[in-house]
């Protein structure tokens, strides 16, 4: 029970945050620092991600665009994201761990280090779900996983990007 509240309460704090991330900024105009897509510091501890060509870009996962239907901001994906869908993908990113322990089945990647416990270091355009075949040492280092990938229209948690039946690659 504390594992789903603890996973519910971060997915609600990324819905929250893309929400407010959208409304709080008119049209056309920036968004508020601290929100959107995320952007490595230049202050961070952390290396940014190396450069790969055999993973899907984050500049391609956090293009994603969004619209208001019926009080909800939901995702409106370009055909570049929708080519994913349903297909095996390999990404790589920084662990946001779901559970407790030194082993992980279900985490979110992200594509900049979590610097604090409590913050979101994006909205749910710059992060993926993960659920893995077998348990992923946790670790501060970028990690690369390849899984079956889905484009997600409608997640009730906010997630736009789902990896299952991941494994760790090199």
């Not at 901001?73 to 570049?80: G, I, R, S």
């Not at 710059?126 to 899984?147: D, F, L, Q």
Request: proline share 11%.
């Amino acid at each position: 029970m504390k594992l789903r509240c603890s996973v519910s309460f971060l997915l609600a704090a990324l819905l929250a945050a893309s929400a407010m991330a959208q409304t709080a900024a008119p049209l056309g105009s920036p968004l508020p620092q601290g929100t959107g897509p995320g952007v490595h510091s230049p202050d961070s501890p952390f290396k940014p991600l190396p450069q790969r060509s055999d993973v899907v870009p984050w500049s391609v996962l956090t293009a994603v665009k969004t619209r208001v239907e019926k009080n909800r901001v939901l995702p409106a994906f370009k055909p570049e994201q929708l080519a994913l869908n349903q297909k095996t993908q390999r990404l790589q990113g920084f662990m946001m761990p779901l559970e407790p322990g030194e082993k992980q089945r279900h985490f979110l990647l992200s594509s900049v280090p979590l610097t604090c416990g409590f913050c979101v270091p994006g909205g749910p355009e710059s992060m993926v779900e993960v659920k893995t075949r077998s348990p992923v040492a946790y670790t501060m280092e970028p990690v690369t996983v390849e899984g079956q990938f889905a484009v997600l229209n409608d997640d009730p948690y906010g997630l736009y990007y789902r990896i299952t039946d991941a494994v760790g690659v090199k």
